[in-house]
Structures are given as structure tokens and as C-alpha cells.
């Protein structure tokens, strides 16, 4: 107990929470009450993992002594080194005192053990209770009393509670039973009591389930589609990585020396390490944690082999001391274990995996940014560091199914997108916070934050790289950095506009033009620029915005580009400031101009083709109306074309020429003309001579009939023409 205690609270806290640390422990101060932790946590599990019971553990000394991740992580603790004590408890029962001692100092010593009786996570509380389960089960088995029974009743329904994972305590019962023959000592009269008082104590998880069942069912259907891209030898790997060489051996052997002994007194440990590792091994989401429930049968089979090697050598080399050589090689065992394990212990005691996020949520809350908004490289839970320890109103980055808790309390699903992992937290939320101003920090930590993801290293490090784009995409600055040992370990950046790329827009009015910039960098100098000339200068507001008024560039043509660029070089442009424009209209014979937008008062000269018909004066306000006798030749490409003497420069098009057309019906002909002068008499001729004159109407058409000359040949032209001079000549008439 004392080596077990000593490696599992040394240096506790000297670094700060993972993100499933911080939603446990902000759990628990929400169960004590404390002020203002219902804004980013709720009381319930956003997966299928568990009621609540180590939140309320720990939620009974928040009371007594306040909230903090000492005291979280004491609990964990405290329970690790409670289960060493049950682990000795069980060997005493199983096997003999050696045994006990030898399986007690093997999980006293696990690395694996001791780095997550460290974390404020569930598993050391679930490994607390299955192991507990296993004393109650055992002890009923070798006194027969009907009170080790309903203990084991009443613990596995708490050990469910703290995580659902523990109902395999049921099947390693039921087997151990069976195999066992204690069936038979399983009357009605024996088990409606357990029952009954099991019944009792899953209450809390009932009504949980009956007031919230709608919620704990969406978590639920999201959390069984979660997998984890890992191989089948993760679980190996960790205690590989935990462990080290000496102890997976060790390990190792207790395995296979109990494989080959065939030991009734076997048969628990067995059925409850194939029960658990089985299980993990199917079950597709993985976890670093969750083998721990399987440690202490490990440890009780190990325990056993070892004293067995023990007591065998003993009893060969010195037959006569055989118990005292056995006591003296228990201890060299235990010494050399625990040597061989300080590599080991001191990894555990100084996982740095978190480091840096506790001191950045502090950083942030001393800069005052508890509701400006960060968010962080996460897997669904980092961004609850922050929350915990600054009371920072804090989002995730990352790909992932779990639901998030915003700020406030809402709840947010991510969309389902079939066996892939959605990626609302990539491609939606991160830009709209941001544009909405609800995020201020994008918090880039050096280490993973909690569990793995749902994803392979190489996604992973895709969605690193992701954050990192948003970063500059939204112009972040490095504000302050977290060193941990000298080495930068969290790097906190402000972002320094709103919108991934800046917008413009324009109103026109006065003969001035209003610009109206977004997504700029805050407070930044504005250089405008038109057709490759500034124009004028400004600055962005504290959100990045700038409303810019400045007159009508001269000269201006609508296809020319306004670009706005801030000090950092982000540009936006649009094309369409106003022009001069020129319209006209046909009244009388007369072409009616009127233009807009040229130099004031200034001199304006008007052109039709190659020719000048015209020069005036613009009124103050750019204006001016001339009209001009219509052309006698016309074309609808032809320009009418204003310019004055600063290079505005408009035209209109579309004053179109006479047309002619003629239909023949035996030796009748038909005439039909159009865009000739309106209301004025048209003189129709074939070949010189007058055949026919008619009045055009109000839009300058006409029609008219005359009988076709004998003498009529193809070559023949048949003309109109009006009192101006404007004429159309046709070919193709013949008397038939």
C-alpha cells in the first residue's frame, strides 16, 4: 500500500487535465454545486460510458475541501491503491499469503496502473468496483453467505454505473458458477433478495434513463458507430509502451504457467481476464484506459506463477529452509521488481502528454477572454481544459461524433455521414464562430488532448495540418506560448479577422461611392486602389470592418477593378463602380441624349460614326441632355460616343438603318418598310421611276402597293427613301 500510494500521488498535479479529465471533474463540481459549471457541462455521459458514480464520488470531497484537479485525481488515486489491497485480498483467498503479496506488488508497480491511477479518469474507479465484485463473488463461494451475495448484487450495479463496460462482471459470474457447481446453492429464497437490492441500486441510472431517454439514445446510437483506425495489437502495444521489457515478460509467463497448470483455483482470474480482453478486443472503439479492468487478473495469475517458481526452487535447493529460502527469494523478487520498474514508475509519474493546456487556460482567463471564444486541437473533450480551469467559453477542432456542449448548455449533434467521421468541426462550425465573433483564440497544443481518434495517424496528422490552415486563414497572431521543460508546448493565436476572405461591396450616391469592407484584419491600415491608381486610405475597425466614401474615380469605366488592401495583404476587389452612361432616345426625327456621370460643368463632345455632332457643357451634378438630327446613314454598331475633357468617356449603340422588304402576288406588289424618319412621306421608286409614296407611322414603318412594270427585270432596283435623305434600295422584283 505504501509503494502503492507514493508512486500514485507524487507530483499528482504537476500537469494539468486531459479533456476527459476536465468533463468528469466539471462534472462533479456541477454535482457540488459550483457556481457557473453548468455552461459548458451537463450531467450525463455524451457516449454510452457511464452513470455518473466517480462524478459523484468526487463530487462529495469537492464539498469538503473545494474543487480542484488534486482532488479529482486524489480520488483516482486512492481507489488505484484500494484495488491493490483487493487484489491481495482475493490472492489470500485464492491461493496463499505469497501469492497474495507477489500479485499486489505486480499492480502496486504496473506502469499501466500507476499512469492511469494518476488521471481523473473512470478506470481506476471501474477497475475499484470489478475487482471489488470479484472479492464479493469469491467470498460467497468459500463461505456460502447470502451477505457476500447481495454485496456482489449491490457492486456490480454501482460498477455498471461507473461505466457500462463493468456488466461483463454478469457473464464471468454466470460462468464461474456454472463451472464451479454453485448453481446449486442458488435458491429462489437466495437470489430474490441481490436481486431485489440491485434493482435498488440501479435507481439512479433509471431515472436518468427515464428523465433523459431521448438524449442518452442519440448519444447512445452515435456511440456504438465509433471505431478506432488501430491495429489488433493496440492493446499490447500499450502495456508494451507501459510496461517495458521486464514486465511484459513477467506478465507473460503468468499467463502461460496458469495455461498450463489447470488450477480450479485458476479458474476466477482466467474467466475474468478472457471475459474482459475478448471484449476489448471486439469491441471497435479502443482506448489507451480501457484495459485496466483486466490488470488485476493479470496480476493474480502472475502473482500465483511467480510464488509457485519460487516454492519449486526452494524446495529443490534447500529442502530442510525450503520456507525460509522461499521468504528470502520473495523479497530479492520484489526488490528486483521494483528496481526494474523505476524506468517504468517514472515515466507514469511524468506523462507530459497535457502539459501546457492548464497554464494556457490560466493565460487566457488572466487576459480576461472568458467569453471571447477559444478553440482547440481536440477529439471532442480538450476543449473542456479550458473551460475548467479559466471559465473559458472553449470549441473543439477535429472529426469526431461525440455531441458537443456549447457554451450555454446547448447541445449540438454532428451530422451522420454514414461509417465516415463526421467533419462538422472542420468544415462548418470553426469559420461560422469565428465569423459570429464567438471565437476569438485558436489554441494549438503540441500533444494529443484525450482519447485516440476515430481515424489513423495519417487523418490525424491531416486535421493537424487543417488547424493549422484555419490559423492563417483567419490571420492569427501568435499572442503567448506555453514552455514546458524549455520546450514550447501550446501556442495560443488571436485571430485577426472574421471572414476567410475579406468582402466588398459598393453604393452609389451623390456622385460618391461608398465602400463597405468585411473580414479584414482588425485595426489595420486600408489602402484602396482603382485601375492600378490609390484612390484613397483608411483603417478597419476593432472587427475588421471600414466603410470608405470617396467621389467617382475619374476617369471611371465599369470593368475597371476597386481593390481594398489591409497592412497584412489581404485584398478584396469588385468590378462596376458607376461609369458615365449615355442613353437616347428618337422623337421627331431627332436623337434625344442624355449622360450621367461626367466631369462637372466640364465640356462634352458627341460623336455618331466618324463623325462630331455635337458639343455642350455637363450641368454641377455630371448631367447633360443634347439632341441631334437623325443621321441620314445609320448603323447598329455605330457609337454614339460622349467624352469630356477628363477622359470620361461613354457611348450608346443601336440606331439602326432602313430596311426594305417587298412580297409579289401575280403582278401586285407588296412594300414594307421600316426605321425611316416617323410621320413623313416616303418616296417608294423602281428603277428611277415613282411607283408609289405613303406616310410612315409613328415608329418610322410603313407599307405600300403598286402594280410591277412589264418591263420589270431582277436587276432592277426598287428604293425608299424619307424627306432626310435616309434610303434603303432592294433588288429581285419581276412581272410574272
Not at 500499450?238 to 517495458?244: N, R, Y
Not at 528470502?328 to 517514472?346: E, H, M, R, S
Request: positive net charge; aromatic residues 10%; hydrophobic residues 45%.
Amino acid at each position: 500500500m505504501a509503494v502503492s500510494a507514493f508512486v500514485r500521488l507524487w507530483r499528482l498535479s504537476e500537469v494539468g487535465f486531459r479533456g476527459d479529465e476536465a468533463v468528469y471533474a466539471g462534472q462533479a463540481a456541477l454535482l457540488a454545486h459550483s457556481g457557473g459549471m453548468d455552461r459548458w457541462f451537463i450531467l450525463s455521459s455524451r457516449g454510452n460510458s457511464n452513470f455518473l458514480v466517480y462524478q459523484w464520488i468526487v463530487s462529495v470531497v469537492y464539498r469538503l475541501v473545494g474543487v480542484s484537479d488534486t482532488t479529482a485525481r486524489v480520488v483516482s488515486a486512492i481507489l488505484s491503491v484500494l484495488t491493490v489491497v483487493l487484489v491481495y485480498a482475493i490472492g489470500r483467498l485464492l491461493y496463499d499469503r505469497r501469492s497474495a503479496f507477489l500479485a499486489g506488488l505486480v499492480l502496486a508497480v504496473s506502469g499501466y496502473a500507476i499512469g492511469l491511477g494518476r488521471l481523473a479518469l473512470l478506470d481506476s474507479t471501474v477497475s475499484f468496483f470489478v475487482t471489488l465484485a470479484m472479492l464479493c463473488l469469491i467470498k460467497w463461494h468459500v463461505s456460502n453467505s447470502s451477505r457476500w451475495l447481495m454485496g456482489l448484487a449491490v457492486v456490480t450495479a454501482v460498477a455498471t454505473q461507473a461505466k457500462v463496460t463493468s456488466v461483463l462482471i454478469i457473464p464471468v459470474a454466470v460462468v464461474f458458477v456454472a463451472v464451479t457447481g454453485d448453481w446449486r446453492r442458488l435458491t429462489p429464497r437466495r437470489v430474490l433478495p441481490p436481486l431485489l437490492i440491485s434493482i435498488a441500486a440501479l435507481a439512479p441510472a433509471a431515472m436518468q434513463i427515464l428523465g433523459h431517454h431521448e438524449a442518452l439514445a442519440s448519444f447512445l446510437s452515435t456511440s456504438t458507430k465509433r471505431r478506432s483506425g488501430v491495429s489488433w495489437t493496440f492493446y499490447l502495444e500499450q502495456l508494451w509502451t507501459s510496461e517495458g521489457l521486464l514486465m511484459c515478460v513477467v506478465l507473460g509467463i503468468g499467463v502461460l504457467l496458469t495455461a498450463l497448470r489447470r488450477d480450479r483455483r485458476d479458474l476466477l482470474p482466467a474467466i475474468w481476464l478472457v471475459a474482459f480482453v475478448l471484449f476489448l478486443q471486439v469491441y471497435p472503439l479502443k482506448g489507451f484506459n480501457y484495459l485496466l479492468p483486466a490488470i488485476p487478473p493479470l496480476t493474480l495469475m502472475t502473482g500465483r506463477s511467480v510464488s509457485d517458481l519460487i516454492g519449486r526452487l526452494a524446495r529443490v535447493r534447500i529442502p530442510r529452509l525450503a520456507t525460509r529460502a522461499a521468504a528470502v527469494a520473495t523479497a530479492v523478487v520484489a526488490v528486483v521488481l521494483c528496481a526494474t520498474q523505476v524506468p517504468a514508475i517514472g515515466v507514469a509519474i511524468a506523462d507530459q502528454s497535457s502539459a501546457g493546456m492548464r497554464e494556457a487556460a490560466y493565460w487566457l482567463k488572466s487576459q480576461g477572454a472568458q467569453h471571447a471564444g477559444a478553440m482547440t486541437l481536440s477529439h471532442g473533450s480538450g476543449q473542456y481544459t479550458l473551460s475548467f480551469y479559466g471559465g473559458i467559453d472553449a470549441y473543439p477542432y477535429g472529426r469526431f461524433r461525440i455531441a458537443t456542449v456549447m457554451p450555454g448548455g446547448q447541445l449540438v449533434q454532428t451530422t451522420a455521414r454514414g461509417d465516415q467521421v463526421p467533419v462538422d468541426w472542420v468544415d462548418y462550425w470553426p469559420a461560422r464562430l469565428i465569423q459570429d465573433g464567438r471565437v476569438s483564440y485558436l489554441v494549438y497544443g503540441t500533444r494529443p488532448l484525450d482519447d485516440p481518434p476515430e481515424q489513423n495517424q495519417v487523418a490525424n496528422t491531416v486535421t493537424e495540418r487543417q488547424f493549422r490552415s484555419l490559423i492563417q486563414t483567419f490571420g492569427g497572431r501568435l499572442v503567448h506560448t506555453v514552455y514546458w521543460h524549455h520546450e514550447a508546448r501550446v501556442y495560443i493565436y488571436r485571430v485577426s479577422k472574421n471572414l476567410a476572405k475579406p468582402t466588398l461591396q459598393s453604393e452609389i450616391a451623390d456622385n460618391h461611392v461608398t465602400l463597405t469592407a468585411r473580414g479584414f484584419v482588425a485595426s489595420s491600415a486600408l489602402s484602396v486602389t482603382y485601375h492600378g491608381a490609390v484612390v484613397a486610405h483608411s483603417a478597419t475597425n476593432a472587427d475588421g470592418t471600414a466603410t470608405i466614401k470617396l467621389p467617382v474615380p475619374d476617369p471611371g469605366q465599369s470593368q475597371y477593378h476597386v481593390v481594398v488592401t489591409d497592412a497584412e495583404g489581404n485584398a478584396a476587389s469588385l468590378t462596376g463602380l458607376p461609369s458615365s452612361k449615355l442613353v437616347y432616345t428618337i422623337v421627331n426625327g431627332q436623337v434625344q441624349v442624355y449622360g450621367v456621370r461626367f466631369s462637372p460643368q466640364g465640356n462634352i463632345k458627341l460623336t455618331y460614326g466618324l463623325n462630331t455632332v455635337g458639343i455642350t457643357h455637363a450641368q454641377p451634378d455630371g448631367s447633360f441632355r443634347w439632341k441631334f438630327r437623325l443621321p441620314t446613314t445609320t448603323h447598329s454598331r455605330y457609337r454614339i460616343r460622349a467624352t469630356d475633357d477628363f477622359g470620361h468617356v461613354a457611348w450608346a449603340i443601336g440606331l439602326q438603318s432602313p430596311s426594305l422588304a417587298f412580297v409579289e402576288s401575280g403582278n401586285k406588289a407588296s412594300v414594307t418598310g421600316a426605321h425611316y424618319l416617323p410621320n413623313s412621306l416616303v418616296t417608294v421608286t423602281y428603277h428611277g421611276q415613282r411607283v408609289a409614296s405613303v406616310q410612315s407611322d409613328n415608329s418610322g414603318s410603313f407599307r405600300a402597293a403598286f402594280d410591277v412594270p412589264r418591263t420589270a427585270v431582277p436587276s432592277y432596283q426598287l428604293s425608299a427613301e424619307d424627306p432626310i435623305g435616309r434610303r434603303m434600295t432592294v433588288t429581285g422584283l419581276v412581272y410574272k
